[in-house]
């Protein structure tokens, strides 16, 4: 697999910046900050608690999810942790979904397009899915 995320630098205003274990030994980091300070905040319906994952390098997956672990750990009411992946580019999604994502839904900003995909705790996994719950009659 390529690098996923070549040439990208963090920008500045990050809650959290960390380095993490790189898969070619070159430079890792990721930041989390709230995703409505993003320039996702038009882009889907994002939650008070919600954190956008933004990464740097090559980081591994596993090294990726433990840090999304930690993030949903740190605040209970986060439902979802967001990636933005640059649009249909197959190989960042594919290391997304190993580092635990999963895809959700492309979508248009002014910085350009993206494939976003998603964590989310168990608690709203576990929640009920109210259409599966509509009776339907014809």
């Keep these: 697999m390529t690098t996923p ?7 500045d205003g990050l ?16 930041g989390v900050r709230h995703a409505r300070s993003g320039h996702l905040v038009d882009a889907y319906p994002a ?6 994952l933004l990464v740097e390098g090559d980081p591994t997956p596993a090294a990726t999810a433990e840090l999304t672990r930690q993030v949903l750990a740190a605040d209970p009411r986060c439902r ?21 994502f999963r895809y959700v839904v492309d979508v248009d900003t002014r910085s350009g397009g993206y494939s976003l995909l998603v964590t989310e705790p168990e608690w709203v996994l576990a929640q009920p899915h109210v ?8």
Excluded: N
């Excluded at 995320?5 to 920008?11: A, H, N, Q, V």
């Excluded at 939650?47 to 956008?52: L, M, N, Q, V, W």
């Excluded at 580019?89 to 635990?100: F, K, L």
């Design 5 to 11: 995320f070549p040439g990208r630098t963090l920008p």
């Design 131 to 138: 259409l599966d719950d509509i009776p339907l009659t014809e």
């Design 47 to 52: 939650g008070t608690h919600d954190r956008e």
């Design 80 to 100: 979802r942790v967001v990636l933005p992946v640059p649009e249909l580019d197959h190989d960042a999604i594919a290391w997304a979904e190993e580092a635990g």
């Design 15 to 30: 809650d959290l910046v960390t380095e993490l274990p790189s898969a070619s030994r070159g430079r890792a980091r990721a």
